[in-house]
């Protein structure tokens, strides 16, 4: 797989835009320390263990510092090194290269060629004997992460100057032995190791190399010819490498590039990770990239460089006559100045970046708090859904933002913010400069942020600061669910809200706030100074309807009573609800009937509505229920009869009435009778009342002759016959013919016989099947033609045809069940009864001696003797049949 670098080329003009200082260059070692005033002298190389620093120079000395970290009280780190030895190597060349095996107490050295080790300590050259000295070297590493599990053995990959080959070396305390040798296509120049993976710088490309395998995979080309290759492990299986183009690219030991190459310089000249940052050296900048976003974080002007090395985490850098250490700053304080600067991403990226480098409890509140002061920073640019987003991931206090704004808090609120604070401002007034627009925004956030937390776990122990927060905010702003936040559970503070809801005329909602602190009484007080015109609030226009609804639902029956007055005198009809749509349950004390009518006696109207309640709608059996219904009914129409009115009213009233009179069954009728038994005005009405008394022939004689109402007369037989047996009816029906059919002399007045005669006809031909037709025959005139009954008779004949054929059936059908029932007797009789002596008789219990038997109906043996007795005892003399079948 071939690495392509020009597909990573970044604007350095866009990454001077995004300094930030994460490194300090601290002196180590001064020049004077190291070399005197021996002007020709030149460090070459460097090797960091813990504290020891051992420098080689250019005239083949090694010298060994003890170098200790000293913090100032004001955090300052600063290094003082102290000179424990040097020591000449006799070689009359440059100190190349050193690496340091601590476990062996060893430096690994190359000067001259020549490989060898070095006691640690003493400085003195470790004997050659079991090859520890190597020629012909050009270049080696040590592996830092050995395939070889031996603590006490180190393994190197070394480069020769005179073959095309990588030789694989353990160290151990006095010897080097050769493990393994692997060609390469050209000759090596530079190398780095990890596990059996080898990076190599070829003359003229990188590659990847397994040296157990054998497999290798080349990267990318370059010129070993125009710059110095850079080979860098960087962490497991992965590898920096200086590219073309002035990249520094990225490759793990399979070849692939999992990060963003970083645009340093063209002429560098060293390399290292200090994570998350690449530090790169060229002849006279040091240059800091961050590997998570591939940005120029810092750059530090640096002459005369030429060694930059990371020993565990420190990063070193040498010039040729002074060490320094390149200091990393915290990495808090590196994330406050990003977000001092606003640089909101970046300072995220650098905090989840920095996970792997800080414990998991101490980065969790870490990365919380960075992640609320960037929330903080995105809400002052009115970025509010970055902001919302890093709120809720940073379980914010949601006081914390709340607390900007002037007076939301409650006064009881026990909140104070957090310290070190997390913003800059002191309430949204200071945030906003002034600009109302501003404000308002902010404020509609705040709104929407609330509604959204104020179901979950973030409001947890501050409900009331919330939610009064938010009664606040939708009361100042006139919003819709001010009146939905107060009709579900809520934990609004009532003293802080109060005078902010009368503030901004809220009163239907102050009153609901009432009724969720258990104010009831002054929840309907505030209601009813709304209606009243008292209070001005359009929340509701149906406030009225809805107080009556409320007073419904009321469990406080006194305050249904002190209520229920105001509501009738507004309007009995709508009033009267809150008896009528009142439904008993557990939590709603069920009103006595008895006591909402004596309350109810100055409410005329209303009270007419009650009982119409309780007799049409609730169907309730009570003598008193009804017969105060009617009589009030009755005192309507009366009422209208003395005053003139419109004569539709009065029809309605009396329909009332007359229905009323029919359908029940259960006020008292003669009471009714006597009040209207002189008022000519309603016969009709006396009428049904007579028919109640089973009293018909009055109810008919006032139809017939008074009113004179032949329709009528009919209508009434058949509601008096309903419901009735056929005789009943009959007589009621046979009752008005005869009143038709009555002497001329007694016709009412205005009517002649002829009339009467035409009525007869008509009651007989409509309603024929309610007569006896033999009895309506005997009593009709002689003069009658046949023909003006012809529909009597004919229904008549039809009818006796039918009913004699009806009996034929039935008798019919009797026969052949008594014939049936004769045939499934003689079958039954004629099986045999089994008898045995294991049998026993069923009345004594007896077993049978004898096969003379008698059985039971149904079929059940006994003995000869026990039936007889059964005879003598039984009041009916059960029949008994006799058997002589034989076992």
């Known amino acids: 797989m071939l690495l392509v670098p020009r597909l990573y080329f970044f604007s350095l003009d866009a990454s001077a835009k995004m300094s930030v200082k994460a490194f300090e260059l601290v002196p180590a070692v001064e020049r004077d320390l190291l070399m005197g005033d021996k002007a020709r002298i030149n460090i070459e190389c460097i090797e960091c263990c813990g504290k020891q620093l051992y420098v080689g120079t250019n005239d083949c000395f090694i ?164 710059r110095t290759p850079i080979v860098k492990r960087i962490s497991r ?43 790169a050296l060229d002849e006279n900048f040091i240059t800091i990239h961050s590997m998570l976003d591939q940005q120029l974080k810092q750059t530090l002007s640096f002459r005369d460089g030429h060694i930059l090395q990371d020993f565990e985490g420190k990063v070193i850098l040498a010039s040729t006559k002074a060490v320094y250490v390149l200091v990393p700053l915290p ?97 949204l007034n200071h945030l906003a400069q002034g600009d109302p627009e501003k404000v308002l925004r902010c404020k509609k956030f705040l709104i929407s942020y609330l509604g959204e937390v104020r179901s979950t776990e973030v409001v947890n122990g501050c409900r009331e600061d919330v939610d009064t927060a938010l009664l606040k905010l939708y009361a100042e702003q006139d919003h819709a669910s001010l009146l939905d936040l107060l009709a579900s559970d809520n934990a609004c503070v009532l003293a802080d809200s109060v005078p902010w809801l009368e503030k ?63 509501a009738l005198h507004k309007d009995p009809t709508i009033g009267v609800h809150i008896f009528t749509k009142r439904i008993a349950s557990k939590v709603q004390a069920e009103l006595n009937p008895d006591d909402v009518i004596n309350y109810l006696g100055k409410h005329s109207q209303a009270l007419l509505l ?22 009030l009914y009755l005192e309507r129409v009366l009422l209208l009869l003395k005053s003139p009115t419109d004569e539709e009213q009065l029809t309605n009233a009396r329909e009332r009435l007359q229905a009323m009179l029919r359908e029940s069954s259960l006020y008292r009728v003669q009471f009714l009778l006597g009040k209207i038994e002189n008022c000519e005005q309603l016969l009709l009405e006396r009428a049904t009342l007579h028919g109640k008394l089973e009293e018909h022939d009055k109810a008919l004689h006032i139809l017939v002759h008074k009113l004179r109402d032949f329709p009528s007369a009919e209508a009434y037989c058949l509601w008096a016959a309903s419901s009735r047996d056929a005789a009943s009816r009959q007589q009621i029906f046979h009752l008005l013919l005869q009143v038709y059919l009555g002497k001329p002399q007694m016709a009412p007045d205005g009517c002649n016989g002829g009339e009467m005669e035409m009525a007869a006809v008509d009651l007989l031909n409509r309603h024929g099947e309610a007569f006896d037709a033999v009895r309506v025959l ?7 033609s046949l023909q003006l009954l012809k529909p009597f008779v004919g229904r008549a004949i039809r009818a006796s045809m039918h009913a004699c054929r009806t009996s034929q059936i039935a008798v019919g059908l009797a026969r052949s069940e008594n014939l049936q029932l004769l045939h499934d007797r003689l079958k039954e009789r004629k099986k045999p009864i089994v008898i045995s002596e294991k049998k026993g008789c069923h009345l004594c219990h007896n077993t049978f001696s004898e096969p003379d038997v008698v059985c039971l109906p149904g079929g059940v043996p006994v003995h000869t003797h026990c039936g007889a007795q059964r005879i003598r005892d039984s009041p009916t003399k059960r029949q008994l049949t006799n058997s002589s079948n034989h076992t």
């Not at 606003?342 to 919380?368: C, S």
């Not at 609901?512 to 002054?522: K, P």
């Not at 009650?610 to 009589?631: C, D, G, P, Q, S």
Request: charged letters at 20%; aromatic letters at 10%; a negative charge.
């Open 778 to 784: 005997k009593i009709l005139p002689d003069g009658w």
């Open 331 to 427: 990495l808090e304080r590196q994330i406050q100045d990003l977000l001092a600067s606003h640089r909101v991403e970046e300072a995220l990226i650098l905090t989840e970046g920095a996970q792997r480098n800080i414990p998991k409890d101490r980065f969790q509140i870490l990365y919380k708090r960075i992640l609320q002061q960037a929330g903080f920073i995105q809400f002052s640019q009115l970025q509010f859904h970055e902001a919302k987003d890093h709120f809720r991931k940073g379980h914010l206090d949601v006081r914390e933002l709340i607390s900007l704004y002037p007076l939301l808090l409650p006064a009881s609120s026990s909140f104070t913010r957090c310290h070190p604070p997390l913003h800059e401002f002191a309430d």
């Open 63 to 226: 010298h060994h510092f003890l170098l200790d970290e000293v913090t100032s009280s004001k955090g300052k780190l600063t290094y003082f090194a102290q000179k424990l030895l040097h020591k000449y190597l006799g070689l009359k060349k440059p100190v190349s290269e050193l690496r340091a095996a601590s476990a062996l107490q060893r430096l690994i050295m190359l000067c001259d060629g020549i490989l060898f080790l070095v006691d640690m300590v003493s400085l003195e050259t470790v004997p050659s004997g079991g090859g520890a000295k190597i020629r012909g070297v050009t270049a080696f590493c040590v592996n830092e992460n050995p395939v070889d599990g031996d603590p006490f053995c180190v393994e190197m990959a070394v480069l020769s100057s005179k073959r095309r080959t990588v030789q694989i070396y353990t160290v151990n305390k006095d010897r080097v032995q050769l493990v393994k040798e692997v060609n390469t296509p050209e000759q090596p120049c530079a190398v780095s190791l990890d596990g059996y993976f080898l990076c190599l710088a070829l003359s003229t490309q990188y590659m990847i190399l397994n040296y157990n395998t054998g497999a290798s995979q080349d990267l990318f080309p370059y010129n070993s010819e125009e």
């Open 610 to 631: 009650y009982l119409e309640h309780l007799v049409l709608e609730r169907r309730i059996k009570k003598e008193k229920f009804h017969t105060h219904l009617a009589v």
């Open 504 to 566: 901004y005329h809220k009163y239907f909602a102050l009153g609901l706030l009432y009724h969720c602190n258990g104010q009831d009484s002054a929840a309907l007080q505030m209601w009813t100074r709304v209606v009243d015109g008292d209070l001005q609030d359009h929340t509701r226009s149906d406030l009225y309807e809805y107080i009556v609804d409320f007073l419904c639902s009321a469990s406080n029956l006194d305050l249904v009573w002190k209520f229920a007055d105001w």
């Open 237 to 279: 299986e992965e590898f920096l490498l200086a590219a073309p183009g002035g990249l520094g690219m990225f490759a793990n030991s399979e070849g692939v590039s999992q990060r963003a190459p970083v645009n340093w310089s063209e002429s560098v000249i060293g390399a290292a990770v200090c994570f998350p940052y690449v530090v």
